[in-house]
């Protein structure tokens, strides 16, 4: 494990070891963009780690209210998915990914503890990990037992539409991009229509926290990533992306860092580029 001082994260061997604690809840919450081709829930039903069940953030994390990508709920929707995964009051739940990229483990751990869960930990390194040790994987599916879970909304976690916007002007809280970096100069064309980046917006790709095999770099590193992007993680900070996603990595790097209450734009460059009159601009970031 490269961050034993982490709370946010667990070893592939801690999890062997602690798999059949009766405290203990596995999930698998993959997500793919839609051009990788490839359906999360059927991979999980190929082969998962035993007990684990499905977080389908295009269900569970969404509303269905907006017309993005899976926005947050609200938190009686929310209680109402994750109780019936099992999920809820006095377990610690594991949360992995089928790629080494933690990025929809981060969503599902940022969305748990936006909502109030604060036991809940993302497998560093994901399934690659664990299947390269040789620990167990299975196509059954355990029925999960329903558990109450009691939602209370940090709005500490969260930003919108509009509290980002106010924020290109007061320049009150820093706003880092965790997109690619020819997207956020736009040098690329966007699949949200508008390229480039929020005026004053700081770029940091969030693959810049992870090392090869897709675990996270230690506390030290990522602070120097952050750093070396412009941004001082004693100022606040909010991540954005594209729809949401990747953002909570670098919620996760800065937490791991020990910054804990980065806060997410929910909506991100997804809602940002098609709403009218939104600011951009072009070109390598001016913090």
């Given amino acids: 494990m490269n961050n034993p001082l982490s709370d946010a994260l667990v070893s592939t061997q801690w999890l062997a070891d602690h798999i059949d604690a009766p405290d203990v809840r ?7 963009m839609p051009a990788q081709n490839k359906n999360a829930r059927d991979l999980y039903k190929a082969q998962h780690i035993p007990g684990a069940v499905f977080f389908d953030i295009d269900d569970i994390a969404a ?4 017309p993005l990508p899976h926005m947050m709920p609200d938190a009686i ?3 109402a998915k994750v109780r019936k995964l099992g999920l809820g009051d006095g377990v610690r739940i594991v949360v992995y ?6 990025m929809a ?20 390194g994901g399934l690659p990990k664990w299947l390269a040790e040789g620990h167990p994987v299975t196509d059954a599916i355990t029925p999960p037992r329903e558990r109450h879970f009691t939602a209370r909304a940090n709005s500490f ?5 509009d509290q ?18 020819e997207r956020f100069r736009g040098e690329v064309d966007d699949p949200w229509g508008k390229s480039g980046h ?51 990595v670098l919620a996760m790097g800065a937490y791991i860092a020990g910054h804990k209450q980065v806060a997410v734009f929910d909506g991100s460059w997804a809602q940002w580029a098609t709403t009218e009159d939104s600011p951009v601009t072009t070109g390598p970031s001016q913090g």
């Fill in 26 to 32: 596995v999930v698998d919450a993959s997500y793919y």
């Fill in 63 to 66: 509303d269905d209210s907006a």
């Fill in 77 to 79: 929707k929310f209680s």
């Fill in 97 to 102: 990914a089928q790629t080494g990229a933690a």
């Fill in 105 to 124: 483990a981060c969503r599902a751990w940022w969305m748990l503890r936006h909502f109030g869960h604060q036991d809940v930990v993302v497998l560093d």
């Fill in 157 to 161: 976690l969260l930003r919108e539409y």
């Fill in 164 to 181: 980002v916007l106010s924020n290109v002007t007061s320049k009150r809280e820093q706003i880092v991009d965790a997109r690619a970096g």
């Fill in 198 to 248: 929020m005026p004053g917006a700081f770029n940091l790709p969030f693959d810049q926290l992870l090392n090869a095999d897709g675990t996270f770099k230690d506390a030290d590193e990522i602070s120097a990533a952050f750093k070396d992007a412009g941004i001082v993680l004693d100022r606040p900070v909010v991540a954005t992306c594209g729809s949401g996603v990747t953002a909570c």
